[in-house]
């Protein structure tokens, strides 16, 4: 049957120890269970654990500096209250859960904040407890923004011949046809239909070719690709070579033209384009500000078929926008998702007809919408039958609370008009648009919805060797930040968390390093992880690690001869892949260590395991891990349980949490624990014992962002012994009480 929900809140001994706890250490802390409870009774005769730890030592069956560790959260250590006291009464070291990580102590600016840290190492150091450092170097809870700004486009310097600045366009390959490859300008006014103008611009490209000037109506009705027979205004083609040369157009406008279209399909290289000047026929006036190619305008420089365009020369910053994404419509019901507004597709756009109720609809859906991190702006091309207010466009990229959605009030005016509304500071992701009439009452006909990406162009990708330099740097300032605020206390750290992927992508028989190059993560990890090995390379982002740890180390008053380095990870008892990352774990260390500098002392495994109903599958992941603590022992490293928990799955394959399980299922958890810890003494030799942590000191609560509601715990959610507390004992050496010992 089913364990009843009894809250019977901490054991009297357990009140006694936390009223005292601050003021004398540890009294013996335990959590007893009431003795009414039959099947609980015999976990009252258990010691603390860390007694039977002592025992072990004491009768030379483990290591002497075997450490039985804890995970916690600093900031509740430091209060010095239950936590402390449970902490202290069983473990002799604790694992920061976040506190100790990159994210926790450097700010977006790159200064450091370490008070946290130095306070929970002081009342460590008062608890005589050791601290092991999690973790110096990983991919996720980096200081992500900060990174990311060392190694931005670089701004070039100012021409120092006082020069104009041009563009340079990379073309590629040339293509068949004129219109492959093309450059746009959208005029901040648009030329008077009848009038005559002179449009010049110095040119030259590195492999010549043919370039010619297409002026478009862009807001007409009447349009395809190119907007239309009657709203393309085609000019004379020039041959150009790879000297400037200046082409001249004198045309008069057969149109209100709003678009300056450049193509050059053919062109293959480089092209570059200066002194750009428009005039009215017989007038000086530059109708282009400043008369320069590369200045912005109300809607900048958009290219198209072209891998790169860039400013060559700049003497301030120059911004562009490119088109990135485009949402145009099909005649047809509503096409998107509907949030309680559904208004059709008519003559190619989605036709809003006011109700007078409160409304909203999508114009462009995430799924078409994918952005890096940057600044945007969005074109609406939206008609509406007369002005009205209160209308708005909105962002996002998710739903969650704690998801980017940026909203702005959409100017709307009788007639057809593109309008053009800021998106800063963008984090990246997929972004749903969504249009929000709310309850304006002017009819509404959007015709299609542009997404352009602000960019700088006088400024160039920093080189593979740049960004390593830098980062280089920014690892060791802040391992070195860190050392110094532990100042040779902690003596044990994760060196490098989590560095190996679920693959093997290059062939090479053993499991590649995880990489947002190589494509093997989720695109939601590339965007909010950084991914050092990308940049440092897959063998000196650990050598770099260890190097610099090492150092600052020895520089903050640590003695060298007691520091340990870890690599940890995930999946290394895994029974889908016959323990296959553990394996290439084990080849990337001696890759690591070939440089006959880096020394890796140990090996970390988090063990994040399961109890399954079914008996064949936990016989085969009992299998594993056996394999695992033997690989463990053949690599001669230190061996270290560096984060074990459990959860319990049943015969259908569903997690349980723990207010579903049942007496027999919390029994089976425990024997599985004492199996756990007996294999590993049976099997790592005492001279590469360095210990076991437990992650979760009590069961996960369903709110948690960590193994949501499942009986991960020693302890439960009331700090009361559960099984699991006895199977845990028992692994250390601790009487079965459960089968009647004495």
């Not at 069983?90 to 990580?101: P, V």
């Not at 809870?141 to 701004?155: F, P, T």
Request: aromatic content about 10%; overall charge negative.
């Amino acid at each position: 049957m089913k364990l009843k929900n009894i809250n019977l809140g901490l054991g009297l001994m357990a009140l006694l120890a936390l009223s005292s706890c601050a003021d004398d250490k540890f009294s013996e802390y335990r959590t007893d269970m009431t003795k009414n409870l039959k099947d609980y009774q015999y976990l009252n005769n258990y010691e603390p654990l860390k007694k039977y730890m002592e025992d072990m030592k004491a009768a030379g069956k483990c290591n002497p500096d075997f450490k039985l560790g804890i995970a916690l959260e600093a900031a509740e250590f430091n209060k010095q209250g239950l936590v402390y006291c449970l902490a202290g009464s069983n473990f002799n070291e604790m694992t920061a859960g976040n506190a100790m990580k990159m994210a926790s102590c450097v700010k977006n600016d790159g200064s450091m904040d370490f008070s946290l840290v130095k306070e929970f190492v002081k009342n460590a150091q008062d608890a005589d407890m050791t601290i092991y450092g999690h973790t110096l170097a990983w991919h996720a809870q980096a200081a992500n923004k900060y990174l990311k700004n060392l190694i931005k486009d670089k701004e070039l310097p100012p021409d120092p011949n006082g020069g104009n600045k041009y563009l340079e366009i990379a073309c590629g390959e040339a293509g068949a046809n004129k219109w492959d490859k093309q450059i746009s300008y959208v005029l901040p006014k648009a030329l008077v239909k009848g009038q005559s103008y002179v449009m010049s611009v110095k040119v030259k490209a590195s492999d010549g070719g043919t370039f010619a000037a297409w002026p478009i109506w862009e807001a007409s009705d009447n349009k395809n690709q190119w907007g239309g027979s009657n709203d393309v205004q085609y000019m004379a083609d020039y041959d150009i070579t790879n000297d400037y040369s200046t082409l001249t157009w004198e045309f008069t406008a057969n149109f209100p033209i709003d678009k300056l279209q450049f193509v050059f399909g053919n062109v293959g290289g480089t092209i570059s384009c200066d002194d750009f000047k428009l005039t009215k026929a017989g007038s000086d006036e530059n109708l282009i500000e400043n008369g320069d190619f590369a200045k912005e305008s109300a809607h900048g420089w958009n290219q198209t078929g072209c891998s790169n365009i860039k400013v060559a020369s700049a003497a301030a910053s120059v911004a562009v926008e490119q088109l990135v994404n485009e949402q145009t419509y099909t005649d047809g019901p509503f096409p998107f998702y509907a949030m309680g507004c559904e208004p059709p597709v008519v003559n190619g756009a989605i036709h809003f007809v006011p109700t007078g109720a409160w409304s909203q609809f999508f114009v462009m859906p995430g799924s078409n919408n994918t952005l890096s991190e940057g600044n945007y702006v969005v074109y609406l091309d939206l008609s509406a039958s007369k002005d009205a207010s209160g209308v708005e466009l909105t962002m996002q990229n998710g739903w969650g609370a704690s998801d980017q959605a940026i909203t702005v009030k959409v100017p709307v005016s009788a007639g057809r008009h593109n309008v053009k509304l800021q998106m800063p500071n963008i984090a990246g992701g997929n972004y749903d648009i969504i249009l929000k009439p709310q309850t304006a009452d002017a009819t509404l006909d959007v015709h299609s919805v542009q997404v352009c990406q602000v960019k700088n162009l006088n400024s160039i990708p920093l080189t593979d060797e740049e960004k390593k330099n830098v980062l280089t740097t920014a690892m060791g300032t802040w391992i070195d930040g860190m050392m110094e605020a532990t100042d040779g206390y902690v003596t044990s750290w994760d060196v490098v968390n989590e560095a190996l992927s679920g693959d093997d992508k290059d062939g090479d028989g053993k499991y590649d390093l995880q990489s947002a190059k190589r494509g093997n993560v989720s695109a939601d990890d590339a965007k909010n992880n950084f991914y050092w090995q990308d940049y440092l390379g897959d063998l000196d982002y650990v050598r770099l690690a260890v190097a610099d740890a090492r150092k600052s180390f020895a520089d903050h008053n640590g003695d060298p001869e007691k520091l340990k380095l870890f690599i940890n990870d995930y999946n290394l008892e895994s029974d889908w892949d016959d323990n296959g990352k553990l394996r290439s774990l084990i080849q990337w260390i001696k890759d690591w260590e070939a440089d006959g500098v880096t020394k890796i002392d140990g090996i970390a495994s988090q063990m994040h395991i399961s109890c399954y109903a079914d008996p064949k599958t936990q016989e085969n992941k009992k299998n594993h891990i056996v394999k695992m603590l033997e690989l463990m022992k053949e690599s001669g490293k230190l061996c270290k349980i560096s984060e074990l928990d459990m959860g319990y799955v049943d015969a259908a394959g569903n997690s349980v949490t723990y207010d579903q399980m049942t007496e027999e299922q919390h029994k089976e958890m425990r024997d599985l624990y004492t199996f756990v810890l007996q294999k590993y003494f049976e099997i790592i030799p005492a001279a590469q014992q360095y210990g076991i942590t437990q992650w979760c000191a009590t069961d996960s609560p369903k709110d948690s962002g960590w193994r949501k509601g499942e009986p991960t715990g020693l302890w439960d959610l009331n700090y009361l012994r559960k099984h699991t507390y006895a199977g845990f004992a028992a692994g250390l050496g601790a009487p079965e009480f459960w089968n009647g010992a004495k």
